[in-house]
C-alpha cells in the first residue's frame, strides 16, 4: 500500500472512528461486517498490559480492540516498562493478560539457563507453557509464527555479492576473508552467551576483534547498507527496519538462536472464566508471522503511522473486527 493510500485509508478510519463515538452504538462492540463477536465478551472487564517498545504496543492495542468489539469493557494499560514490572503487573493480577516470547518466558521468567532452551521452538513453548501454568497460573494461548530472535542481517547487496546466505556461509567467510566478515553489534550481544561468544562456538569460528564494532542496536540497520564499518550486524527479527532498509537475515542451519515466538499470557482464573477470549485471539496469534510483524512494525517505526490505527487496519483487513 502506497504512502497517499495510506493517508486517505487512515483519514477514512479515523474519519469513522468519529461517526461512530458521536453516534453512540448500544452494542458495545464492532460492527457486523468482520468476523468478530460483538457480544462474546458483553458485561466482561478486562485489562490489558504490554511491555513498552512498538512490537508489544502494536500487540497490546490488538488486543484491546479484539475484545471491546466482543463487547468487553477494557481497561488499557499497555506500555509498561520492562519484562519484570509487566509481569509483576500480570502477577498481581493489575492487568489480565499481555503478549509474551517464548524464550523470555524460559529465561527471565522462570529462571532457567538459556543455553539449555529446547532448540525446536514447538517443544520450547511446551515446556513454558505447561511450566508457568503450574508454577504460576499463567495460561499460555496459541503460540504464534512471529519468532523476535537474535539473528545476523547483511544488505542484499552484500548477501549477493560475497555468497553468503546462512551462518554456516558466514563461518566459512571469517576463514577465508575476515575483512569482509566485519561484523556490528550491541555490548549484550557481544557478551551474553546466546550472543556472539556461543554463536561463535557453535559455528566453529572467531573473528578477530579488529572487524567487530560495537554499536547502538538502532544504528545497525543503517550502517548495512553502506557496509563502510561492518558488512553484517546484530539484528531482531521481527523489526520492520529489516525490509525498509533491504537487509536479508541469515538463516540459522544449525539451530543456535533460541526462538522468541509469541504467545498471550493471560491469568488462569480470568481464562477460566472468560475461555472465549482464547477463541477470539488465538486464530490472531496464528496469523501473526514475522513477515507480518516486520510489516506492522516498519509501519510505526518507519512510516509513523499511529499505533491504534495500525492495529485496526490490520484487523479490518484480515476480518477480525468489524
Known amino acids: 500500500m502506497g504512502n497517499a493510500s495510506k493517508a486517505v485509508r487512515l483519514t477514512a478510519l479515523f474519519t469513522g472512528l468519529a461517526l461512530a463515538a458521536a453516534c453512540g452504538g448500544d452494542d458495545g462492540g464492532g460492527g457486523d461486517g468482520g468476523e468478530g463477536d460483538s457480544d462474546a465478551l458483553s458485561?466482561?472487564?478486562?485489562?490489558?498490559?504490554?511491555?513498552?517498545?512498538?512490537?508489544q504496543l502494536i500487540l497490546g492495542q490488538i488486543t484491546v480492540q479484539v475484545l471491546?468489539?466482543?463487547?468487553?469493557?477494557?481497561?488499557?494499560?499497555?506500555?509498561?516498562?520492562?519484562?519484570?514490572?509487566?509481569?509483576?503487573?500480570?502477577a498481581s493480577e493489575e492487568i489480565d493478560m499481555y503478549w509474551e516470547y517464548t524464550g523470555t518466558g524460559y529465561s527471565e521468567i522462570l529462571g532457567n539457563d538459556i543455553s539449555s532452551a529446547p532448540t525446536d521452538g514447538q517443544e520450547l513453548y511446551d515446556t513454558v507453557?505447561?511450566?508457568?501454568?503450574?508454577?504460576?497460573?499463567?495460561?499460555?494461548l496459541a503460540?504464534?509464527?512471529?519468532?523476535?530472535?537474535?539473528?545476523?542481517?547483511?544488505?542484499?547487496?552484500?548477501?549477493?555479492?560475497i555468497g553468503v546466505a546462512s551462518l554456516s556461509d558466514y563461518s566459512e567467510l571469517v576463514?577465508?576473508?575476515?575483512?569482509?566478515?566485519?561484523?556490528?553489534?550491541?555490548?549484550e550481544f557481544l557478551d551474553?552467551?546466546?550472543?556472539?561468544?556461543?554463536?561463535?562456538?557453535?559455528?566453529?569460528?572467531?573473528l578477530p576483534d579488529s572487524a567487530i564494532t560495537e554499536v547502538e542496536l538502532g544504528i545497525i540497520y543503517t550502517q548495512l547498507p553502506e557496509g563502510d564499518r561492518c558488512k553484517f550486524g546484530e539484528v531482531f527479527e521481527?523489526?520492520?527496519?529489516?525490509?525498509?532498509?533491504?537487509l536479508v537475515v541469515l538463516e540459522d542451519d544449525e539451530n543456535f538462536f533460541v526462538a522468541y515466538n509469541l504467545a498471550l499470557t493471560v491469568n488462569e482464573g480470568?481464562?477460566?472464566?472468560?475461555?472465549?477470549i482464547a477463541d477470539l485471539m488465538n486464530p490472531i496469534s496464528e496469523a501473526l508471522t514475522t513477515e507480518t510483524m516486520q510489516q506492522l512494525n516498519a509501519q510505526v517505526d518507519v512510516e509513523s503511522l499511529p499505533v491504534e490505527a495500525v492495529a485496526e487496519m490490520w484487523l479490518q483487513d484480515n476480518d477480525f473486527i468489524g
Open 175 to 187: 576463514s577465508s576473508d575476515p575483512e569482509n566478515a566485519t561484523m556490528c553489534a550491541a555490548s
Open 129 to 140: 507453557a505447561e511450566e508457568d501454568l503450574s508454577e504460576n497460573g499463567v495460561e499460555w
Open 143 to 161: 503460540l504464534s509464527p512471529a519468532n523476535n530472535t537474535y539473528a545476523i542481517a547483511t544488505s542484499a547487496q552484500t548477501s549477493d555479492d
Open 43 to 55: 458485561g466482561a472487564s478486562l485489562s490489558v498490559g504490554s511491555k513498552e517498545f512498538t512490537e
Open 270 to 276: 480470568v481464562l477460566e472464566e472468560y475461555p472465549e
Open 238 to 246: 521481527t523489526d520492520g527496519r529489516i525490509p525498509e532498509n533491504d
Open 192 to 206: 551474553r552467551a546466546d550472543g556472539f561468544p556461543g554463536l561463535e562456538e557453535t559455528y566453529g569460528f572467531e
Open 68 to 90: 471491546a468489539d466482543a463487547g468487553a469493557e477494557v481497561e488499557d494499560q499497555t506500555g509498561i516498562t520492562g519484562t519484570t514490572n509487566v509481569r509483576q503487573a500480570l
